[in-house]
């Protein structure tokens, strides 16, 4: 079945440092997306791509960066980890033209 | 600007009862409109969709949603909550086009008492 998958799914890091989030799907959907999620924010886009070497800034995109070199992967870099950036993490994909998005399972990601 | 308010950050119910999350939405074209649930420590589940066809979307778990243009609404029910029904609902909102990004509603965490 195809999926998506996220990896580390746990993540404890220190101030400063550069940390990579790795997103994998198997649909070979062309769109992907990263959001944050935190109390009382809901889910805000950090970044997106709508194919490879495409990609976009959402809401959120200071201190983040993505690239998007095939179709199945969008690696999510946090270049240099602030405390701030303590959150969920989840990527998703689509291709309907309704924008359906399936997620993948979430990484937690603490910055100390 | 499209926007998506959920009234109502937490809604309390119980085992049985009718279950029911707001949804408004805001949009200056037909938009496309979707529930997601997330269970603890889990990833968003697609619940339902509504894109443009039936007015009245059913989807998994017994949840159904009705599409109130009116009332720019979208609001989910379900008519016997169960305790496996406790969790984050969020509603969502696609402008179509060549637009992919979804609109959040802020989340409405549902419990569900004996």
């Known amino acids: 079945d195809a999926e998506i998958t996220q990896s580390p799914r746990h993540k404890i890091t220190e101030t400063g440092r550069q940390v990579t989030l790795a997103c994998h799907q198997t649909?070979?959907?062309?769109?992907m997306f990263w959001y944050r999620q935190d109390l009382g924010h809901g889910l805000r886009l950090i970044h997106y791509?709508?194919?490879?070497?495409?990609?976009n800034k959402g809401e959120v995109s200071d201190g983040y960066s993505v690239s998007r070199s095939n179709t199945e992967d969008l690696p999510l870099t946090l270049e240099s980890a602030a405390s701030s950036q303590t959150s969920v993490y989840f990527c998703?994909?689509?291709?309907?033209?309704?924008?359906?998005?399936?997620f993948g399972p979430g990484t937690r990601l603490t910055v100390t | 600007a499209q926007s998506v308010t959920q009234l109502g950050s937490h809604v309390s119910v119980s085992e049985g009862a009718l279950v029911l999350l707001r949804c408004n939405y805001s949009?200056?074209?037909?938009?496309?409109l979707f529930w997601y649930v997330q269970y603890p420590n889990q990833g968003l589940q697609l619940l339902l969709k509504y894109t443009s066809a039936a007015t009245l979307v059913k989807g998994i778990n017994g949840f159904e949603a009705e599409f109130k243009k009116s009332e720019t609404s979208f609001h989910l029910t379900k008519p016997s909550a169960h305790m496996s029904d406790a969790a984050e609902y969020f509603c969502?909102?696609?402008?179509?086009?060549?637009?992919?990004?979804?609109?959040f509603g802020k989340g409405t965490l549902l419990t569900v008492n004996p």
């Open positions: 649909w070979n959907h062309n769109n």
């Open positions: 969502a909102l696609n402008s179509g086009g060549s637009n992919y990004k979804l609109t």
């Open positions: 998703a994909s689509s291709e309907s033209t309704s924008g359906e998005q399936y």
């Open positions: 791509s709508y194919g490879v070497q495409d990609t």
């Open positions: 949009s200056s074209v037909p938009p496309y």
